[in-house]
Antibody
Framework: QVQLQESGPGLVKPSETLSLTCAVSGDSIISDNRWSWVRQPPGKGLEWIGE???????KYNPSLKSRVTVSVDKSKNHFSLEVRSVTAADTAVYYC??????????WGQGFLVTVSS | QSALTQPASVSGSPGQSITISCTGTSSDVGSSNHVSWYQQHPGKAPKLMIF???DRPSGVSNRFSGSKSGNTASLTISGLQAEDEADYYCRSYAASRSYVFGSGTTVTVL
């Protein structure tokens, strides 16, 4: 069974960089799947952030593209998210997902990141 | 890109059928068969319920079905059960080479 687990700092200061990692088990990061991040501000809906393929191809939400990087680490079988110059609006539960095709078929449990000084 | 439009809430009695709409544009839902639906219970991660407009993952009840017409996709839950009470989100691939979620619908079982 595929399992995903997010980790990282739960508190980030405004203007700094949010960095999260998603550990993948039950699948190889170099399979034909893509790996993506989705976030959900408290009490609000889901927002797709971006995805990466192990061969280097990436896609991003146009509204976040200038501040976001999704990357794959083949040696550790995990993938990562960076969001630069964060503000309070970036406070959210961040989910990592496996894109089995054009859909997210497996999700991590979610990780709350709060942006505050 | 703007979120796809879903009704804020839909309700039904046990055993009834309900339908949740997801309206986009010709740049997303209208031009893509890559529409999926997710169920989210409070405090939990979303769960894939429908992919590629109308396909069901293994393990998902056949009470859940999906369809699409023009710029609007729909999720129908038949034989509504108490466990179906949750938030539901649609998602579509878009011409911008990204994905856009719907605004979300809360389903209440009366």
């Amino acid at each position: 069974q595929v399992q995903l687990q997010e980790s990282g700092p739960g508190l980030v200061k405004p203007s700094e960089t949010l960095s999260l990692t998603c550990a993948v088990s039950g699948d190889s990061i170099i399979s034909d799947n893509r790996w993506s991040w989705v976030r959900q501000p408290p009490g609000k809906g889901l927002e797709w952030i971006g995805e990466a393929f192990h061969r280097g191809d990436t896609k991003y939400n146009p509204s976040l593209k200038s501040r976001v990087t999704v990357s794959v680490d083949k040696s550790k079988n995990h993938f990562s998210l960076e969001v630069r110059s964060v503000t309070a609006a970036d406070t959210a539960v961040y989910y990592c997902t496996r894109q089995g095709g054009w859909y997210s078929d497996f999700w991590g449990q979610g990780f709350l990141v709060t942006v505050s000084s | 890109q703007s979120a796809l439009t879903q009704p804020a809430s839909v309700s039904g009695s046990p055993g009834q059928s309900i339908t949740i709409s997801c309206t986009g544009t010709s740049s997303d839902v209208g031009s893509s068969n890559h529409v999926s639906w997710y169920q989210q219970h409070p405090g939990k991660a979303p769960k894939l319920m429908i992919f590629e407009v109308s396909d069901r993952p293994s393990g998902v009840s056949n009470r859940f079905s999906g369809s699409k017409s023009g710029n609007t996709a729909s999720l129908t839950i038949s034989g509504l059960q108490a466990e179906d009470e949750a938030d539901y989100y649609c998602r579509s691939y878009a011409a911008s080479r990204s994905y856009v979620f719907g605004s979300g619908t809360t389903v209440t079982v009366l």
